[in-house]
Structures are given as C-alpha cells and as structure tokens.
C-alpha cells in the first residue's frame, strides 16, 4: 500500500509503489487492474508489470471501407489486423455506404454536406452547399420561377414600392410614425 503524503500534508500525493521508485507524486495513479498507486513514469500496465494487464486492454482495428472499429477479442489470441478484418469482411457487417458522405448536387461541386454547411432550399428541397445557397446559384426550378415571376410582374403593373409611393403624393410619403414624432 502507498504512503500518503508528507508530515506537513499528511492527506496530499503519494508515494509510487514500485519497489525500485518509490517517488513520491502529488498527482498519483491508481491501476484498476492491481489496485496500487503509481507515479507518471509508472501509471501503464507495460510500466509497472500489472499481472492483471491482459484482462484489462481493449484495442480496436478500423474497417478503412466502411469505417467501423472492430474489437479484438483476448480469447481469440488477438489476431493481426488482416485477419481481424478478413473476418469483418466476411461478416457482413461491412456496409460502404456509411462512410460516403452527402455532396453537394450542383454539378462541378465538390464540397460536403456537414452540419455547418448545409442548407436546405424553400423551392425544390435539395440539400446544397452555402455556396449555393441561393436559388440562381443552384438553378432552382420551384423558387427560380415564383421569385422572378411575381417580381416582374408586380414591376411591369407599376406596384413597386418606389413608384406606388411617388404616383400618390407627388413625393415621398413618410411612415405615419415619422410624421407624428417631434424633435426639439
């Protein structure tokens, strides 16, 4: 078992229970496999010798095509990483659709769709990039269309704001809330 700290602080730090060290550490490990307390230098199963270290470590292979981590097992004598994913191959499991990710459709882009990204058109419902974000940009059949048409038709009537505003008064017609302030 590690001493505890020093005779000033009796509660702080400890000392490393290896029996060659025996530094005393303010920050301490303790080893979930042996239960005792190390230092930095001699926190790792490889370390300190844990008996325990087999049926601690975990250690995991990436599946390169589809992206999955795949564990190897302690019973299975470990295995190397070939034969790990030959398995995985051969399981099944191995889908290469989950590691494509969503691009942009406008032809000649090639940007990724991410959460920060993204954005989804009002018109036609395609996902696109913020570089297209807007209707012209990504060719837009739905909006492209409303948007442009109702604009120039209310332009060819004479319903714009400006003109609709000068053919009444003569002038330019301030807000109600304007024409009633005073300024001193």
Known sequence: MARRGTEAFPDLGAQ????????????????????KTFCAEHR?????GCARAADQGRTVV????????IERRAGDGGGDDAAVLEAHARSRRCDLARKRKPRCPVPRCKETLTF????????????????HRF???????????KA???AAAARSAGQCGRDAQKKE???WKLPQSVR???IF
């Open 148 to 150: 442009t048409g109702a």
């Open 135 to 145: 209707p012209a940009d990504h060719a837009c059949a739905g909006a492209a269309s």
């Open 169 to 171: 008064g003569g002038g």
């Open 180 to 182: 009633n302030m005073k």
């Open 16 to 35: 490393c229970d290896r029996e060659d060290c025996n530094q005393l550490d303010f920050l301490p490990f303790d080893c979930d496999g042996c239960g």
């Open 116 to 131: 920060s990204n993204t954005s989804g058109c009002k018109g036609c419902g395609q996902k696109v990039c913020l570089k």
């Open 62 to 69: 990436v599946c390169e095509a589809c992206g999955d981590a």
């Open 44 to 48: 790792t199963y490889r370390d300190h």
